[in-house]
């Protein structure tokens, strides 16, 4: 089955510094994929889609400054959390649908997620 | 843009009861998928379902999407099931950004032992 492996699962940094999160496709390319958000107990919240070779697209109220996204390949998109602090902590996810071939679905997978504190 | 609503919120089952979790969306989908969101914050796939009917052990779902609901029925639970179920749908075509999905706010199982 197809495998999206996230890095790094967890990660403490200081308030200021900046944090890369990286997304793997490992078995499929993926032209697009999609950077969630959520925080405890609540769902996920779409921040970004990122589109291989084009700048990513933003939901309303994400800051793209803030949040830098890279998608240098088919199977790599990065986040970087730029000027981390506090209220940034928070669980990040990502996923890729398999692009559709015959017989395949087009179905979404995801990483395994980041912890993200800033103290 | 589509709503998606789950329900119930909150479910408590003693190890080896069945129990039924419901999806309902406001708008025609073009994928439905079920996930199972581990203690560790891992989600599972667990069906991909616009329509009709699956089953992968204890585990079916079936999609009626003319009706625009879905339901995940878990059999003899066990421990091991407890955690968050998030139902979220795709209206778009299969290709690009239209594939992003809209989440519910998921179920919370509790199976107790």
């Known amino acids: 089955g197809a495998v999206v492996s996230q890095h790094p699962s967890r990660v403490i940094c200081k308030s200021g510094t900046s944090v890369k999160i990286e997304c793997r496709s490992l078995?499929?390319?993926?032209?697009?994929m999609f950077w969630y958000r959520q925080f405890p107990k609540q769902s996920l919240m779409l921040m970004a889609t990122?589109?291989?070779?084009?700048?990513?697209?933003?939901e309303q109220g994400v800051e793209k400054d803030k949040f830098l996204i890279n998608h240098a390949s088919l199977t790599l998109s990065t986040l970087t959390v730029t000027s981390a602090h506090p209220e940034d902590s928070s669980f990040y996810i990502c996923?890729?649908?398999?692009?559709?071939?015959?017989?395949?679905?087009?179905?979404?997978?995801f990483g395994q997620g980041t912890r993200l504190t800033v103290v | 843009g589509i709503q998606v609503e789950q329900s119930p919120p909150d479910l408590i089952l003693q190890e080896g009861a069945n129990s039924t979790l419901r999806c309902n969306f406001s708008?025609?989908?073009?994928?439905l998928q079920w996930f199972h969101q581990n203690p560790w914050g891992q989600l599972i796939n667990l069906f991909y379902?616009?329509?009709g009917t699956k089953q992968n052990g204890r585990l079916s779902a079936t999609t009626v999407a003319t009706e625009r609901y879905s339901l995940l029925y878990i059999s003899s639970s066990q421990t091991t099931d407890s955690g968050v179920y998030f139902c979220?749908?795709?209206?778009?075509?299969?290709?690009?950004?239209?594939?992003?999905?809209?989440f519910g706010k998921g179920i919370t199982l509790s199976v107790r032992p």
């Open positions: 996923s890729a649908s398999r692009a559709p071939r015959q017989g395949l679905q087009s179905e979404a997978f």
């Open positions: 078995d499929f390319q993926a032209t697009t």
């Open positions: 990122s589109n291989e070779g084009s700048k990513a697209t933003y």
């Open positions: 708008d025609s989908v073009n994928n």
């Open positions: 379902i616009p329509s």
């Open positions: 979220a749908v795709t209206r778009g075509p299969y290709t690009g950004a239209n594939s992003k999905l809209t």
